[in-house]
């Protein structure tokens, strides 16, 4: 018998069906808001990873090469491949482009509850925008997104890196110094980033400050630490207007400014933003995103960048966690010939229901009609058809409700104005 | 500047809304049949596809090794990772199993018009029917979802693997005379065939016959050649009952007995079929599949296994070919604030639309008017509204069709339904 590969995993029709129930939910909210869906292959180039991300990528991933001994990668995520398309192919579009997909992603992770090596992404980019408008619009599509698929509790996040580097800035430190804070602000590990600002020498009350704010969601706070500093000033009161966008524009009550967001890559830069949800626990982070500079990285004409990615799987838990009624899956009519002879009539009379929209099964296995029934039942199907010789003479048909057994006969020219009533 | 992989292809907005509709009216045909959808991994254990196929399958597929030394191979169709997940986790379900899938695959070919390393396929098992009306329905399924993807030319043509050979042992030949025979024949290479089958001291007199049949559409002259062998004659009467479904009940006509059809591939038994659009010249086959036994092989409890797998790019070619009329791409609103006073009250409406499942833009640019109404028609906007202080002052809006270019004021209560009776 052979297995399925470590770390993957197949989807049964039921998780199938949850899983095209949520795609169909974000894709019709991207659509919403001017969306347009887009694709990349499945693997590239491996140097279009490592130029990202670094060379320290390679173990994380899976690297190979083809016959032709180029060095290829199945993608780790999907934003380095969509702005390599855009470079390519989309550079003359209108600004501001908009762009969404869902794609898979591969990583090479120890497989754990919830986190696949292959796992899924929905993700979206907007390019050629930099207003808060934009930005607040893009964090209320995500949240949006999230509604709209049916979970309940939702957290939203928002920082801002240029606010948290004018800081660290401020106070003398070096980037190299930045580069060891960061990690441990990412990982909410306050006591040693307090720890570690004194070994760097920050005078004690700059360092309680800077914890202060990292920890606060009182935008007053941020702006009394930063006061001096005029650019950061402009990003701060930009910061203000996303929010009150998203409050009084966009109905989104449950956001709470976190600087504490750094997100660990070195590409994103000023507006950073994370979804929870809360049902999950210590793995409750659904989305990520936030302004990032890769156009100019990856050779194209600098531009503003903005996008983020929610972990489809991940959403999906989340749902079922929130105990969410996924819609479930029904056979509308399963037809029953009792006989062979009654097989040529009973075909032709499903076959014309399905082209009503009507999804309609049929017995294909001779088996009667108390078998066929129980198969029915298996199928969920709201109504059986049961086609015999004396009936039909009289160009009728029995019609059974599954759920109370009861029966009547229905002329078959009738049967789909019938059907339709129900 | 990074490039794209060799061999592979991205898809635009324009490319991926064909085919999301596509693939929306191929599920909606699998459903309607009662089959449901299921996922299996992109990868898969190199060894499922050197059972199913052979060692010579790892010169055309992605062959690699994880970190953990496993011998992997992203998959280069779908059919074996189907019977694998199967057998792993499906085997007690009721019967018939009816399944459906969309899939990326991969294989490693000369890159060439409408033949990527990277394609997709959508395709079907029905596992544990094996009567002429499973079959019956099961062609008809793959001829009425090419059907209502929109191709207009479908020819469909109908073999048997049991008849085939039969004959071929009625003539003396041996299973490796055989093996020589099959590529000739389903390249159509007759010629080949008639001085091989010489070669092979078969007389001139059943040579003959033998292409006689292999290119006749006539069901009545493989009876005659057939008449002795009691198993196949069953066979052909089954061939029969399919083509009477398929004609009497399915109303599919372009179809034709093709007893050439061979499909090159060791697994198939009994039925085979193919579905051509004429349109695509030599590389015309859409569609191909038939029985086939592969549950025992891979260790699973023998039962009837049946399917096919449609090329979606080539149905997307063929479409194309057809110059079928996909729906075009279009923005229902666009929103124009005509200063930022109005961001706020633009937003709003915007994003009341947008819950309204109308597919909203909104300016997030401040460009003003004129450079708005530009961008709005590069979205195919129907409708445009712009919102100015004095008209907000009387709780309205204007509403401009971007058709005709005609304006009206309108009440912001009314905008929604104002733009439902459009």
Redesign the interface.
Known sequence: ??????G??????EE??K??YVEEKMA??F????Y??????????L??FT?KSGDSIIDEI?A?????G?A?A?RPELTAPVI??Y????QME???L??YYFG?C?R?DRPQKGRYR?FQQAGCEII??D?P??Y??LI?MAY?ILKNVGLKNIKLNIGNLNIIDSMFTKIGLSKKDKKKLLPLIDKSQFEDVLSLLRDLDVPKDNAEKIIDVLQTSDIIKVKDFIKEDQSVKDELSNMEEIV??LK????VKDYQIKMSIVRGLDYYKGLVFELDASVLGAEKQLCGGGAYDLVKL???TDVSTAGFAIGFDRAILALEAEKFAFPS?K?DVYVIPVNEEM???S??IA?NL?KE??????D???RGVGKSLK?AN??NAEKAIIIGPKDLEKDSVTLRDMKTGEQELVKIANILSKLKNN
Chains 1, 2 share one sequence.
């Open positions: 018998m052979f297995k399925l590969p470590r993957t995993t197949d989807f049964t029709p199938m069906e899983r095209r019709s909210t659509k919403s808001f001017g347009r869906e887009i694709q990349t292959p499945t693997f590239e180039t140097e279009l130029a899976y190979f090469s083809d016959k032709g180029r290829l199945l390599r398309f470079i390519d192919k989309l209108p600004k501001p908009k762009l898979n591969f090479y292959e050629g925008a207003t408008e934009a607040a619009e209320a949006n009150d966008l009084n524009s966009f109905n990856f050779g194209g899956f056979t097989l040529v009539k075909t032709e076959q399905r929209g009507i999804l309609t099964d049929l294909i296995l001779r198969y298996s199928k």
